[in-house]
């Protein structure tokens, strides 16, 4: 099986690098230019570690005003940019090229604003997603989108990926939760999009830029919204015999009308695996679990889950259990958010990231475990159920290069499942490399050839992070 | 993770153990987050995930180490918050440890560089050496400020400031011999009498055993034992650290053929990390892998071996105590709790300071090595300890002592200084 290309490094870029590289020095302060060759070797790839690039420099600029310069150098002698958060991205999103100038955003990290008044918090990119809950955690407030990986992953890479997570089927994703950036466009034109208030004039450019997987420009800094905490909140695990009906069951709970903060699904591969580092106390007697967590006062909690437990036993329920104190809560979603890394104890993994209408969940886990079974591998599933996004774990061994070719064949047979059942190739992810030879068979060429205008609007040389997203035959010439 | 190394390369037992640990690393990126150095620097080199690619690029390449390299290596603190953190069970604290010998076994530091290296492992692991080293300390203070300006120099400008104004009569709890129970004999331990803290703070040991005889535990300080190698392994110099575990296990083990022991008693969790690491630090040495594993199992925090004693509930004393929990005890050795139940149980308001997972910068030689990074990590320290208003500042490691209180008025204490007062030992001269 092939594996996904990149695109051709430009010459005219590469002959340059030496003075690029000491033009760059001189736009930035000490320590914030990466270009010796063995430091860059860290930088080649992310979390989607199967794919790897050397960049040509690692820009780690402190302000806005030094993306700017980098940006501006970069489009006028036209050498690719990619941006990087914490490199936390599935489907390598951050991963470089040769000849591109990575722009990291990692020194930008501080918050540097919190307004209670309005509800927001004004954030630079390079701040991680848990660090503005942990700055207003003690009055009261968090931000909502809560990717796994949100210990580590930045604001700035949530809004390139338009992440979710767990607790997004209640208060929406990234860009249900985002109120303004401060973009920094391919010329170095520093933009400010929306603001403080829940809508702004014009286009809804910020819309635009929020999944724009860095081919827009560069966001230094973010206006997020704040949310009160609820007065409590209780995970509360559900066992099932059999795959089919844990699914069957979270969609008659979305069916009745009923909208819990989460439903996520594990299925026996997974629960083995987040137990045995978390040790959240996961019933390991069952096929499958859901974690559903209710949030609001006592009397609110008790009535949705009376209707939540009473639609499981329809299922089938084997196993029923309220977590008793918050550090059970808290090690319950410990587990589930660590669920990827620590398959890792066990296996190499590709992640996907299907996501299906919920009707179709049943079909597509059924249809995952045949696919995994016809190339001869293993397959962990570990998803938010009630949003329908899907996380087929898939088990290789990343030293046996076959194996490797077969998972990848694999992870696109079960993207095109669910493209088919009627779903999208990505639900929080984004494209990156790994699902852009697929955008095909999700998108006519038509649809395509306007997604890509309107990115050629935004970045006409095609320099921002120009591998991803969209194949790399049929794009609009520069 | 995917590795590259042949069968040749894979032959070296230390390659072989390496090659397993980078297997199990998916490269998620969430060690980047709790990393003091990385959330400093902001420059994921100077992470777990950045390192462990730089050493397996120079490992897989068989490379030797080079200046890059050898900066972000020697930029990691050891703390190991990345493993707390890793939820694919990824060993770096193994991997560094591998990462530090092949530096040290081909690369050639820069001549300052090696000179001050060189008097550290000279002078720390012995407290003679170290009583006249701080002694001359006292009288180079002045010229302190001067060292640090000339960059080379600057550890030893570091050393200075580090080094106590003065220093306590030596104490007859550091010299070898038993000290028996009072009462009926419930157990026996060895104690650690270890090397910079007997010189710079008696009174901790003085305090575990007053408090353990009074306990009914007999203690024993064993004659001929040395330095637990901690220093010097963390600079890679294994032949060092490994003559020093050897010393230590055949005189524990004499010690157990004499009396039996319940516990090796270790009073700085910097110590007690690796001399719990012995078993596997000795694992090629077959003469001494099994006797080392024993000596592991029967390491103990002090605490760790409190909480076994069921100490009774103490009436509350009217102070509230910053709990900080050094990176050697709750990443190294993972013991959380028990000093924490420990003081409340003894009478003390306990907090957690924010940030608890980040290390306070003292890490060994770290501060006089990387004066920089970690006056940084000082001062984030104090600042996070001081915002929970304490009256005192409990822990249980040497080093974060002496880093913490160059940094702050509110005295801090080793946690066993606090449980010996309230179950009847004299209080804190610190406090009266």
């Avoid at chain 1, 290309?5 to 003075?19: D, Q, T, W």
């Avoid at chain 1, 066992?239 to 009923?258: K, L």
């Avoid at chain 1, 006519?444 to 790399?472: C, E, G, H, Y």
């Avoid at chain 2, 890679?236 to 157990?256: H, M, P, S, T």
């Amino acid at each position: 099986m092939d594996q996904i290309g990149f695109l051709e490094p430009r010459p005219a870029v590469l002959s340059r690098r030496r003075e690029i590289v000491a033009d760059l020095l001189d736009l930035l302060p000490e320590g914030c230019l990466v270009h010796q060759p063995r430091e860059l070797v860290p930088f080649e790839t992310d979390a989607f570690v199967s794919y790897r690039r050397l960049p040509l420099a690692v820009a780690l600029p402190e302000t806005t005003q030094q993306v700017a310069a980098v940006l501006k150098y970069c489009n006028r002698y036209g050498v690719p940019v990619v941006p990087r958060g914490a490199g936390t991205s599935l489907s390598g999103g951050a991963i470089p090229q040769e000849d591109a100038v990575v722009i990291g955003l990692s020194k930008m990290s501080r918050i540097l604003e919190v307004d209670y008044a309005n509800r927001t918090a004004t954030v630079q990119a390079g701040v991680t997603n848990l660090n503005i809950s942990d700055a207003v955690s003690a009055d009261g407030y968090f931000y909502a989108p809560d990717p796994s990986s949100q210990l580590a992953c930045t604001i700035g890479g949530n809004i390139g990926m338009n992440s979710g997570g767990a607790h997004c089927l209640k208060y929406g994703v990234t860009t249900n939760n985002l109120l303004g950036v401060k973009l920094v466009l391919v010329d170095g034109t520093i933009v400010d999009l929306g603001g403080k208030a829940l809508d702004a004039g014009g286009l809804d450019l910020l819309g635009v830029v929020c999944g724009g997987e860095g081919q827009l420009g560069i966001v230094t800094e973010a206006i997020v919204r704040l949310i009160a905490k609820p007065e409590g909140a209780r995970p509360v695990l559900f066992g099932f015999d059999n795959s089919e009906e844990a699914g069957a069951c979270v969609t008659d709970i979305i069916g009745a009308g009923i909208i819990p903060v989460a439903i996520e699904f594990m299925d026996k591969p997974a629960i083995g695996i987040c137990e045995a580092f978390a040790g959240a106390g996961y019933p390991m007697d069952v096929e499958a679990l859901l974690i559903v967590e209710v949030e609001g006062s006592e009397a609110e909690m008790d009535a949705m889950l009376a209707s939540i437990i009473e639609i499981a036993h329809r299922h089938g329920v084997k196993v029923v259990k309220e977590s008793q104190s918050a550090t059970e809560a808290a090690l319950i979603w410990k587990g589930r958010k660590s669920a990827f890394g620590a398959t890792g104890r066990i296996a190499d993994y590709i992640c996907m990231d299907g996501t299906v209408p919920l009707g179709q969940l049943s079909h597509v886990l059924r249809g995952t475990a045949e696919i995994v079974a016809k190339y001869g591998l293993r397959v962990a599933n570990v998803f938010h159920a009630g949003d329908g996004n899907m996380h087929p774990l898939i088990l290789f061994n990343a030293n046996d290069p076959e194996d490797a070719a077969r998972a990848e064949a694999a992870g696109n047979d079960i993207l095109k499942l669910c493209v088919d059942a009627g779903g999208c190739l990505t639900g929080e992810h984004g494209v990156g490399i790994e699902k852009r030879d697929l955008m095909r068979h999700q998108y006519t060429d038509i649809d395509l050839a306007q997604q890509m205008a309107v990115r050629a609007a935004f970045d006409p040389q095609w320099l921002l992070n120009p591998s991803k997203v969209f194949p790399l035959e049929g794009r609009p010439a520069a | 993770m995917q590795t590259n190394f042949t069968a040749e390369q894979l032959a070296d037992p230390h390659v072989a153990t390496s090659e397993k640990i980078l297997r199990k690393c998916v490269h998620c990126g969430f060690c980047t987050a709790t990393c003091p150095t990385y959330v400093t620097l902001g420059n994921e080199l100077d992470s777990p995930r950045g390192r462990i690619y730089l050493i397996k690029d120079m490992l897989e390449n068989g490379r030797p180490a080079d200046a890059e390299v050898v900066t972000h290596i020697d930029r990691c603190l050891s703390c190991l918050a990345c493993t707390t953190t890793c939820p694919s069970g990824v060993d770096y604290m193994h991997l560094i440890d591998h990462a530090r010998m092949h530096i040290e076994e081909t690369y050639r530091r820069p001549f300052w560089n090696r000179l001050t290296r060189n008097v550290l492992a000279a002078v720390l692991p012995y407290p003679g050496r170290f009583r006249l080293a701080l002694k001359a300390a006292a009288l180079g203070r002045p010229f302190a400020g001067l060292l640090k300006r000339f960059k080379p120099l600057e550890p030893f400008g570091a050393m200075l400031d580090l080094a106590p104004r003065r220093l306590p009569k030596p104490s007859d709890s550091a010299k070898p011999g038993t000290h028996p129970a009072a009462g009926p004999r419930r157990g026996r331990v060895a104690i650690l009498s270890g090397c910079a803290q007997p010189v710079l703070k008696p009174e901790i040991n003085a305090a575990t055993i007053r408090l353990l005889t009074r306990l009914g535990v007999e203690v024993v300080a064993p004659e001929g034992e040395v330095c637990c190698g901690s220093l010097v392994h963390h600079m890679g110099r294994e032949a060092q650290a490994l003559e020093a575990a050897r010393r230590n296990v055949d005189v524990w083990l004499d010690e157990i053929e004499r009396g039996g022991l319940d516990a090796i008693i270790i009073t700085a969790s910097g110590c007690g990390t690796t001399i719990k690491d012995y078993g596997f630090m000795l694992r090629l040495d077959l003469a001494y892998a099994g006797k080392a594993a024993r000596v592991s199992a029967l390491a103990k925090d002090v605490t760790e071996y409190l909480a076994t004693l069921d100490l009774p509930q103490q009436e509350a004393r009217g102070l509230t105590v910053a709990y900080h929990s050094a990176c050697s005890m709750q990443h190294g050795q993972k013991i959380t709790l028990a000093p924490k139940t420990l003081l409340k149980k003894a009478g003390f308001v306990v907090r957690d300071p924010a940030e608890g997972h980040l290390c306070c910068g003292s890490a060994g030689t770290y501060n006089i090595l990387q004066p920089e990074i970690s006056g940084k990590l000082k001062a984030r320290k104090v600042k996070n300890i001081e915002a929970t208003k304490p009256d005192l500042i409990a822990t249980g490691n040497i080093g974060c002592i002496t880093q913490i209180a160059t940094g702050t008025q509110i005295p801090i204490l080793h946690t066993v200084e606090l449980l010996d007062w309230a179950y009847g030992g004299t209080k804190p001269a610190v406090l009266s």
